[in-house]
């Protein structure tokens, strides 16, 4: 589990190495995917039938994918991985107050009050980086997209293997993106549609290795572990990813003391909503979890 965890983590790190656009190498990486995904099930012969109700239900849930990743990739290029993806990790606090309206739940005063320390840590952030605001923002975003597919995702996730899943929703976001791609020329004709040198290299191992390998070690871990263990392991990844891009780009020579006591109260909020969610008489205790990113 830590290893796919390790490697959703170097999606930061390869999204500032590839120097496409964000929309341009979203739209690469969910068609690498799916085309991946779809060898994957063939080899092995694992089709499953979707109804058409549940068709949709997967579709939104793509489409909002590829709309989180345009935006999670777009807080990379306009501030940095470390930055992204610490507001990347208000989404599970983000999901806990989305959940009980999605599933008809009861909202607890806890909750509330974790999201605002979460927020708060981001508007340190701001107040200390503003020269990344738009990056900032692009990040909150991308954590509240996350929220609302994670919740979407919840209701399906047990009727149809993840694989399957993680096809159509490839699929679907990757549709989606096509449809939108004219707005990215027309903001900026002077966007690079094909990889240049690496870009190719990069885009293999982030499709390959950081979506579809980690996807297959973390099924395959979630048969054996508790759930203390699976959400542990999973809060840990913007830890992961922010040590990397600490060691491949020395972005912590580009970050203020304020981007560490934000991180710190995020870090805190998301800890405390762990523990919380994980406990037996809980209303939202995590039966078991998987994602993709």
């Not at 991985?81 to 909202?107: E, Y």
């Not at 993680?166 to 966007?191: A, H, N, R, S």
Request: net charge positive; with cysteine.
């Amino acid at each position: 589990m830590h290893l796919a965890v390790l490697l959703w983590g170097f999606t930061g790190v390869l999204g500032r190495a590839i120097s496409l656009s964000a929309p341009v190498l979203v739209w690469y990486r969910m068609l690498f995917t799916a085309v991946f995904m779809a060898g994957i099930l063939t080899y092995r012969k694992q089709w499953v039938p979707v109804t058409r109700k549940d068709m949709w239900r997967l579709a939104t849930v793509g489409c909002l994918m590829g709309l989180h990743w345009v935006a999670f990739y777009g807080a990379i290029k306009y501030a940095n991985a470390s930055i992204a993806l610490i507001c990347l990790s208000t989404s599970s606090v983000f999901t806990s107050l989305l959940d009980p309206l999605v599933n008809k739940g009861k909202h607890v005063l806890a909750e509330f009050a974790l999201g605002v320390l979460a927020l708060a840590g981001v508007f340190i952030i701001y107040q200390f980086q503003q020269f990344y605001a738009l990056g900032i923002l692009f990040g909150v975003i991308a954590a509240l997209l996350s929220a609302v597919f994670t919740v979407l995702n919840k209701r399906i996730a047990h009727s149809y293997p993840a694989r399957t899943m993680v096809f159509y929703e490839m699929t679907t976001g990757w549709v989606l993106i096509t449809l939108l791609m004219p707005l990215q020329f027309m903001y900026d004709p002077k966007t690079v549609a094909l990889p240049q040198e690496w870009d190719w290299l990069w885009m293999v191992v982030l499709a390959l290795c950081c979506t579809v390998w980690a996807q297959s070690l973390a099924i395959n871990a979630l048969k054996q572990l508790s759930s203390f263990t699976l959400a542990l392991s999973v809060n840990l990844e913007p830890v992961y990813g922010i040590i990397l891009a600490f060691i491949f780009y020395a972005e912590n020579q580009q970050l203020h003391s304020g981007f560490f006591l934000g991180m710190g109260l995020i870090m805190l909020s998301v800890l405390l909503q762990m523990i919380r969610l994980l406990r037996p008489a809980s209303p939202g205790y995590i039966e078991d979890k998987g994602g993709i990113d």
